[in-house]
């Protein structure tokens, strides 16, 4: 027997053992395909990805329905929200770093209009208010574009846009106010106040009352009660029956009688209302008789011839 090769018989001991063992390989095999297969479904789900123009309750839309509708006033462009025309003003200057001082007029005023315009479009009741201003930056533009000439006292004539100018540092300081003030802490938006019930019985405790302090409640019953006092009016019962019997009475035994000397007036205005009616009653009965000689003259009171 030949001696065999020392690297033919290293090469054959390589060999022998992927030989003997066919299971290995196919597993390896079935790995690689599983790779292949997970990179191909990822694959897919980035295709898929890219084909999705929207979701609908989670599901993918991949294209958009023939009979879809879309109304004119369902899609909305929000511009940036300003708060009158001095803020887009002032955002405009100080976006582009403008001097406030020295406000480049046509490039500010274009940019104005521009934005005016956008707003028209899509609400024209907000316009309003912008398109004032929009007529003062074009009224500035058109002095400025105008010779400047010297008034009549030797002064300077003012810039057309000092006036702006001023009104726009005063809205800046009143701005950067409201924004300082607002990045304060505030209770129910940055914090909130810490309440704890805490379940403990407290005895009560009664005060102390001495023979003083009963006397001072006892004085200040007493002054409230003064101030408090009620007056009660009575009515008294009068008969103009009764009086009527008193005047007859008093006529019996004179021929007349003058007509102040029938009323009682120590007993008070009800009395001598209620004899006056009794006089009345006796003259409708025909009982007495009223006279009097001419005007302004006493009247006399006397019983009426009765004949027998």
Avoid at 278 to 288: F, G, M, S, Y
């Amino acid at each position: 027997m030949q001696p065999q090769d020392p690297q033919q018989e290293a090469d054959e001991l390589l060999v022998e053992p992927a030989a003997a063992n066919p299971s290995l390989d196919a597993e390896a095999d079935g790995a690689d395909c599983a790779d292949d297969a997970d990179d191909a479904d990822d694959a897919d789900d980035r295709q898929l990805e890219l084909k999705v123009i929207a979701r609908l309750y989670g599901e993918p839309v991949l294209q958009i329905p023939r009979d879809l509708y879309i109304p004119p006033d369902a899609l909305e462009i929000f511009l940036d929200a300003f708060e009158g025309p001095l803020d887009l003003l002032l955002y405009l200057i100080r976006k582009q770093n403008f001097n406030i001082l020295d406000i480049p007029m046509a490039d500010v005023t274009r940019q104005y209009l521009a934005y005016v315009e956008q707003i028209r479009n899509h609400n024209l009741e907000l316009a309003g208010e912008y398109l004032l201003m929009a007529a003062l930056l074009i009224d500035i533009k058109s002095r400025m574009l105008l010779p400047v000439r010297k008034a009549d006292t030797g002064e300077e004539v003012e810039d057309p846009r000092a006036e702006l100018a001023r009104r726009l540092l005063e809205y800046e300081r009143i701005k950067l106010g409201a924004q300082q003030l607002d990045a304060l802490p505030q209770l129910g938006r940055d914090f909130f106040t810490a309440t704890a019930y805490l379940e403990q019985p407290v005895a009560v405790r009664l005060p102390q009352v001495n023979v003083a302090d009963l006397q001072a409640a006892w004085a200040d019953v007493l002054r409230r009660a003064k101030l408090t006092q009620h007056h009660r009016i009575t009515r008294e019962e009068l008969s103009v029956r009764e009086y009527m019997t008193r005047v007859l009475r008093g006529l019996q035994h004179r021929r007349f009688a003058e007509f102040q000397d029938l009323f009682e007036l120590d007993q008070g205005p009800a009395v001598a209302v209620v004899t006056f009616i009794a006089l009345l009653e006796l003259a409708r009965e025909t009982l007495v008789e009223i006279t009097q000689a001419e005007a302004y003259a006493p009247i006399y009171v006397r019983l009426a011839y009765q004949p027998s």
